[in-house]
Structure formats: structure tokens, C-alpha cells
């Protein structure tokens, strides 16, 4: 099992993520970790008519997640994870997995939230989130596409 890209996206899968980002990667199988899609029958049709034919996909609650992750659940595969934001991410890592490296992708204007890159904006939980997660070990980059330069996430929000 490897995983190839951890990225935060609010939109999960989409044409981004189907097209450019899993086939850039060569992933074989997309997992979703989101308590909320991982519950809700449509949203889970919508994300498998969104994912490539060639991909699995695993749509799973963040403790699943970790805990499919930890056993090495997937052995064969090279994991593309996707999640909307850092408290699912947290989530993970409160049950035990930790991702090493995070891609801040995709995180939309809402009320409260200040933007601190294109298409990246975050409220003031979000930055607690971040910086919780940062001080536990992982190091988050911004990109929004493969082609793009990856830099270094935190110094966008040190100032919020």
C-alpha cells in the first residue's frame, strides 16, 4: 500500500481530482474520508459516477479510515485520499493515523473564513486545526494542480 497524495478538497471528486490529479498520481484507488458522504446515499452514487472506471474508490468515516489505513487494508494499491478539510484530518489522526504530508488544494469562501490563496480560504477553526496539526508533525503544501509548484502551506496563514 502506498499513498501517493493526501489533499484537501471540498469538492472531493470532480474533475480535477478524477482527471488531471488521479491519473498524474497513477492512483489506483481514490478513498474518501468524510464522515458525512461515507453516510449519505446519494452523495456516496455521486462520488462512485465522478470516480474513473479504471479507480476503486472507499468512501469511509474518518475511524474507518484510520483504522483500514493502520491494517494495511489496501496492499496492492496506490491511495489517493481526499477530504474536505483539517478537522477530518484531525480526526484521523486522534484515531491513531498520522499522514505525513498534506496538499491544501480547495477549501471555498464562507462566512468567517479569510482567503490566504486562490481557492483556498479558512476560518479561524481551520488555522487551529492546521497549527494543532502542525505542532503533531505533518507538513501541509498548497497546490492547487500537479503542475503547479508545491509551497509550503503555514506561512499563508501565520499572520490569521
Sequence with gaps: MEIVNVRIDERLIHGQVAA????????TRIMVIDDMAA??????????????????????PAEKAADRLKSEAYPTDRIFV??????????????GYMFPV??????????GSTQVKRSVSVT???VAAFRELT?????????MVPTEEKIDFMPLIKDL
Design 135 to 143: 505542532d503533531r508533525g505533518v507538513k501541509f503544501t498548497a497546490q
Design 39 to 60: 453516510k449519505d446515499e446519494i452523495q456516496k452514487i455521486a462520488l462512485k459516477m465522478a470516480c474513473p472506471s479504471t479507480v476503486k474508490l472507499s468512501i469511509l
Design 124 to 126: 479561524p477553526e481551520d
Design 20 to 27: 488531471v490529479w488521479t491519473n498524474t498520481l497513477n492512483a
Design 82 to 95: 481526499v477530504l474536505k478539510g483539517p478537522k477530518t484530518i484531525k480526526q484521523v489522526a486522534d484515531a
Design 102 to 111: 498534506v496538499n491544501v488544494g480547495n477549501m471555498s469562501n464562507k462566512h
